[in-house]
């Protein structure tokens, strides 16, 4: 177990990962904040500083190392091993998503599609490598880590971020929720 100060900080950080990325996209729907360039930069550079903040908790407060988190340098052989797993993995990952989509006729994409289509390629990139970056940061390196500690359950540890990023990712429907989870 963790010990007690640490605790509240670890607390902080699951707030901050379960709960910002979902707080942060409703805010923006509920306030009706116009999908344009300069917005999606401002609400990109929100989450990249909530995913500062964690990372200075697991350094500063937590005292841990980037390794808790999934952060460190493997050696080269094995990340070109993982490089090849990992390809595998999403390719295999994306067909199932893919081939659900398709059986149950899944409507794909979110009413901010289009808007986002007229975004120039350069937006759209720091969209995606934000996003992957604090998703993968945020739901497995911290969320599972630190509640499988704090529970003693790698089933909890594993369901409750997957639970609320499917649920973040509503918007896009349930084809956007199954590939999202994948």
Known sequence: MIALPVRRWTIVGLLIVLFSMP?????FTVLRIPLTAQNVLFREAILFTCAA?????VRRKERLGWDSVGLQRPPLGNTAIW??????GVL??????????????LPVGSSDFQALEAFPTWLL???????????????????????????????????IPLFIFAVSHYRQGWAGVIAAKH
């Open 83 to 88: 490089v090849g797993v990992t390809f595998v």
């Open 53 to 57: 903040l964690l990372l200075f908790i």
């Open 125 to 159: 990139l720091v969209v995606i490598i934000v996003a992957g970056f604090i998703e993968e940061l945020f739901c497995r390196g911290y969320a599972i880590e630190r509640l499988h500690s704090l529970t003693g359950s790698l089933i909890l540890a594993a369901g």
């Open 23 to 27: 707080l942060v996209s409703a805010l």
């Open 92 to 105: 295999v990952a994306l067909a199932m998503a893919f081939a659900l989509i398709k059986l149950f006729h």
